[in-house]
Nanobody, 127 residues
Framework: QVQLVESGGGLVQAGGSLRLSCAAS????????MGWFRQAPGKEREFVAA????????DYADSVQGRFTISRDSPKNTVYLQMNSLKPEDTAVYYC????????????????????WGQGTQVTVSS
């Protein structure tokens, strides 16, 4: 069973930065694609970013491309989301997720491909 714990959320002014962390409890962490999703009030959860199991491929939603960076530190079983130039529309609960399959060749952007989820961390960007 994979357990994911996010941290690093908080309140920040527009234009500021935050770094989210997601610690995984599984020793085979490096075998899985990892993703970040977010859900704003009254909206459906949406894809933000994903990183391949090797770390060599990343994908981003158009809305965060160029501002957010996903990375992973496999020895620490941790994935990060560096968020720069934050906007009020980035306000949401951010969720870390792990692929349901190991060694997938692509980086999924849809929720149902991810089998494990963290509890979420709130990010609030004030204008």
């Amino acid at each position: 069973q994979v357990q994911l714990v996010e941290s690093g959320g908080g309140l920040v002014q527009a234009g500021g930065s935050l770094r989210l962390s997601c610690a995984a409890s599984v020793s085979t962490f490096s075998s899985y694609v990892m993703g970040w999703f977010r859900q704003a009030p009254g909206k459906e959860r949406e894809f933000v970013a994903a990183i391949s199991w090797s770390g060599g491929r990343t994908d981003y939603a158009d809305s965060v491309q160029g501002r957010f960076t996903i990375s992973r530190d496999s020895p620490k079983n941790t994935v990060y989301l560096q968020m720069n130039s934050l906007k009020p529309e980035d306000t949401a609960v951010y969720y870390c997720a792990a692929d349901r399959r190991a060694f997938r060749r692509v980086t999924p952007v849809v929720e149902y491909e991810y089998g494990y989820w963290g509890q979420g961390t709130q990010v609030t960007v004030s204008s």
